[in-house]
């Protein structure tokens, strides 16, 4: 029922910028936080950037300064800004949304991923 829609990812120089967004749509009580994964093929998935409700963030160390998360919450919708994109930032970004059910239990949902390259 309830559906993760990314769009944004794509080829872009190094130095250059992206925004990823990730609608949810589908019936959900409450959306907790929201993150941003990234996986390189054969590697582990890594947190990239979280946000919760109330618009705490959290990034990993590599991408401080240069990212930015935000969400929408009236648009149920997360952003990933990313700027000075360097070619370590390659991999596969994955959109996941942490829900609090009506007995406040933890659910969540991932999206498809969208392909971000950036080359030399």
């Known amino acids: 029922q309830v559906q993760l829609v990314e769009s944004g990812g794509g080829l872009v120089q190094t130095g250059g910028s992206l925004r990823l967004s990730c609608v949810v749509s589908?019936?959900?009580?409450?959306?907790?936080?929201m993150n941003w994964y990234r996986q390189d093929p054969g590697k582990q998935r890594e947190l990239v950037a979280g946000i919760s409700r109330g618009g705490s963030t959290n990034y990993a160390d590599s991408v401080k300064g240069r990212f930015t998360i935000s969400r929408d919450n009236a648009k149920k919708t997360v952003y990933l800004q990313m700027n000075s994109l360097n070619p370590e930032d390659t991999a596969v970004y994955y959109c996941?949304?942490?829900?609090?059910?009506?007995?406040?239990?933890?659910?969540?949902?991932w999206g498809q991923g969208t392909q971000v390259t950036v080359d030399s």
């Open positions: 996941h949304v942490v829900e609090r059910d009506h007995n406040a239990a933890v659910l969540v949902h």
């Open positions: 589908g019936s959900i009580y409450i959306i907790s936080s």
